[in-house]
């Protein structure tokens, strides 16, 4: 059974940090892609970082490059997102995702909050 635990979230002031950790387990990470996606009020959920273990690949939404990190530590099953610069525009449910590439199947996990206020 696939499951993906958030943890990590919270509320920070602009420009503070912080890191989201999601441990995964009941699939092999070598098929799947693994990502973040959030989901602010009154807006679609969109991808922020995914990371494909088959070739490495690594893509960041173009409002987070420079600032946040996605990561993987397989001894723990777990992926990061580590988030710098911290804006108010990131306030959102960050959600982690492993995409099953074939056939494609989508898990997520229960989601975290980001709040990013003065």
């Known amino acids: 059974q696939v499951q993906l635990v958030e943890s990590g979230g919270g509320l920070v002031e602009p420009g503070g940090s912080l890191t989201l950790s999601c441990a995964h387990s009941?699939?092999?990470?070598?098929?799947?892609?693994i990502g973040w996606f959030r989901q602010a009020p009154g807006k679609e959920r969109e991808m922020v970082s995914r990371l494909a273990s088959s070739d490495g690949s690594i893509y960041y939404l173009d409002s987070v490059k420079g600032r946040f990190t996605i990561s993987r530590d397989n001894a723990k099953d777990t992926v990061y997102l580590q988030m710098n610069s911290l804006k108010p525009e990131d306030t959102a449910v960050y959600y982690c995702?492993?995409?099953?590439?074939?056939?494609?199947?989508?898990?997520w996990g229960q989601g975290t909050q980001v709040t990013v206020s003065s």
């Open positions: 009941g699939f092999a990470l070598d098929f799947y892609v």
């Open positions: 995702n492993a995409h099953q590439v074939v056939p494609p199947i989508d898990y």
